[in-house]
């Protein structure tokens, strides 16, 4: 089994910056694949950002691309979301994921997931 725990979610104003983070345990962190997915009140969840076993390789949904930058430290059992120049339309409770074996950009082939974290960014 594995457990994921998000945290650093908060109220933040447009154009800010948050850094959003996932700690692991259970299973060998370093073997599973990582994914960032978001949903908003009446919106489906969306994806966000994957990243790879070695942190090398990394996807980002078009409406984030530019602005998040997802990373790991297997050292620390730990995904990031570093999430720059937020807007408004990035308001969502964020959820990490994590996939045992290569994902693509749907959230049911992620086997674990995190209970979320609310980012609300204001105007």
């Known amino acids: 089994q594995v457990q994921l725990v998000e945290s650093g979610g908060g109220l933040v104003q447009a154009g800010d910056s948050l850094r959003l983070s996932c700690a692991a345990s259970g299973r060998t962190f370093s073997r599973y694949n990582m994914g960032w997915f978001r949903q908003a009140p009446g919106k489906e969840r969306e994806f966000v950002a994957t990243?790879?076993?070695?942190?090398?390789?990394?996807y980002y949904g078009d409406s984030v691309k530019g602005r998040f930058t997802i990373s790991r430290d297997n050292a620390k059992n730990t995904v990031y979301l570093q999430m720059n120049s937020l807007k408004a339309e990035d308001t969502a409770v964020y959820y990490c994921?994590?996939?045992?074996?290569?994902?693509?950009?749907?959230?049911?082939?992620?086997?674990?997931w995190g209970q979320g974290t609310q980012v609300t960014v204001s105007t």
């Open positions: 994921a994590a996939a045992s074996t290569s994902p693509g950009l749907r959230s049911y082939e992620y086997e674990y």
């Open positions: 990243i790879s076993w070695s942190g090398g390789s990394t």
